[in-house]
T-cell receptor
Framework: AQKITQTQPGMFVQEKEAVTLDCTYDTSDPSYGLFWYKQPSSGEMIFLIY??????QNATEGRYSLNFQKARKSANLVISASQLGDSAMYFC??????????????FGKGTKLTVNP | ETGVTQSPTHLIKTRGQQVTLRCSSQSGHNTVSWYQQALGQGPQFIFQ???????GRGNFPPRFSGLQFPNYSSELNVNALELDDSALYLC?????????????FGAGTRLSVL
C-alpha cells in the first residue's frame, strides 16, 4: 500500500534554531516523487520542496532541505533558522500513479510546528 | 501566490442540497486535481481532470463529479450533501509533462453542511 507516515503530531522550536520534521513512506513503485507542503491557518497548501526518487542529491530550497534516505524510505524536512512565520501545519506527500493514468498526491496526517520567540 | 484561485471561500449548505465549487488554474497548467481535507487530517484525493476528462478518481462516490473547461478552469459538484461532506476542498493545478509535476494549491473552499 502507498502510504505516508508522520509520527510527530506537534513540534516546538525556538526562533533561529533548526528543526527536523519526520516523514516515512511506503511504495513499491521504483519512480515516485516526495513533497513537503506548509499549511498556515488560512488553509492554503504552500509547496516547499520536491525530491525525486532518482535524485542523487538531497533537495534544498533556501532554508528548507530534504534529508532523503532511500533505503530507509524516509524524507525528513529540515528547516534552518526558524522564524515565527514558520508556525503552521506541515504535510509530507508522495506522488503516485492511478488506474486512470493520472498522478495523485498521498498525504500524511501532518505535523503542527510552533516557533517560540 | 500560486495563481490558483478558488471560489467561494466559505459556504454553508443543508443536508440534501447540491453545491458547486470553482477553481481557476495557474497560467500554463493543463491539469486540475481536487482534494477533500477533513478537520485534523491530510487532504484526500477526489479526482483529476486532464484535457477536459476525468482520468483518475479516489475513493469517493459518484455524487462527487466535476468538469474541466477549455481554459483549464474546473468545477467540483457535490449532490445530495451529507454532514460528513463538511471539509476544506482544495484545488491544485499542475502541468502534465513537466519533470517534477508539482501541484500548486489554491486557498480552498470551506464547506459546512448543517
Amino acid at each position: 500500500a502507498q502510504k505516508i507516515t508522520q509520527t510527530q503530531p506537534g513540534m516546538f522550536v525556538q526562533e533561529k534554531e533548526a528543526v527536523t520534521l519526520d516523514c516515512t513512506y511506503d511504495t513499491s513503485d521504483p519512480s515516485y516523487g516526495l513533497f513537503w507542503y506548509k499549511q498556515p491557518s488560512s488553509g492554503e497548501m504552500i509547496f516547499l520542496i520536491y525530491q525525486g526518487s532518482y535524485d542523487q542529491q538531497n533537495a534544498t530550497e533556501g532554508r528548507y532541505s530534504l534529508n532523503f534516505q532511500k533505503a530507509r524510505k524516509s524524507a525528513n524536512l529540515v528547516i534552518s533558522a526558524s522564524q515565527l512565520g514558520d508556525s503552521a501545519m506541515y504535510f509530507c506527500a508522495m506522488r503516485v500513479g492511478t488506474q486512470g493514468g493520472s498522478e495523485k498526491l498521498v498525504f500524511g496526517k501532518g505535523t503542527k510546528l510552533t516557533v517560540n520567540p | 501566490e500560486t495563481g490558483v484561485t478558488q471560489s467561494p471561500t466559505h459556504l454553508i449548505k443543508t443536508r440534501g442540497q447540491q453545491v458547486t465549487l470553482r477553481c481557476s488554474s495557474q497560467s500554463g497548467h493543463n491539469t486540475v486535481s481536487w482534494y477533500q481535507q477533513a478537520l485534523g487530517q491530510g487532504p484526500q484525493f477526489i479526482f483529476q481532470y486532464y484535457r477536459e476528462e476525468e482520468n483518475g478518481r479516489g475513493n469517493f462516490p459518484p455524487r462527487f463529479s466535476g468538469l474541466q473547461f477549455p481554459n483549464y478552469s474546473s468545477e467540483l459538484n457535490v449532490n445530495a450533501l451529507e454532514l460528513d461532506d463538511s471539509a476544506l476542498y482544495l484545488c491544485a493545478s499542475s502541468f502534465r509533462g513537466g519533470a517534477k509535476n508539482i501541484q500548486y494549491f489554491g486557498a480552498g473552499t470551506r464547506l459546512s453542511v448543517l
